[in-house]
């Protein structure tokens, strides 16, 4: 069993930066590629950033290319999001995922979540 754990969300001005972070206990962190995904009000959860389990390769929705960047340190079993140039279309809750065998299409197929960190971009 592997327990992830969000933190680092909150409120911020557009224009600005968040670094979310995403602690996970109870496996070998490494064993797992691991993603952010958002959910908006009132919309379905997407894909924002993934990894693989040893940091060599990133993939990004579109609209965060450029603006955010995931990256992992195994040693401390955290995955982290930083985001810059935030705008209020980023408004949502950020959940932490990780599996084996991680496929950012298949939400329900993603062993691993968290329970989410609202990050609130105003305008």
């Known amino acids: 069993q592997v327990q992830l754990v969000e933190s680092g969300g909150g409120l911020v001005q557009a224009g600005g930066s968040l670094r979310l972070s995403c602690a996970a206990s109870?496996?070998?962190?490494?064993?797992?590629?691991m993603a952010w995904f958002r959910q908006a009000p009132g919309k379905e959860r997407e894909f924002v950033a993934g990894?693989?389990?040893?940091?060599?390769?990133?993939h990004y929705r579109d609209s965060v290319k450029g603006r955010f960047t995931i990256f992992r340190e195994n040693a401390k079993n955290t995955v982290y999001l930083q985001m810059n140039s935030l705008k209020p279309e980023d408004t949502a809750v950020y959940y932490c995922?990780?599996?084996?065998?991680?496929?950012?299409?298949?939400?329900?197929?993603?062993?691993?979540w968290g329970k989410g960190t609202l990050v609130n971009v105003s305008s």
């Open positions: 995922a990780g599996d084996k065998n991680l496929d950012y299409s298949d939400f329900d197929s993603i062993a691993y």
């Open positions: 109870g496996r070998t962190f490494g064993d797992y590629a």
């Open positions: 990894i693989t389990r040893s940091g060599d390769f990133t």
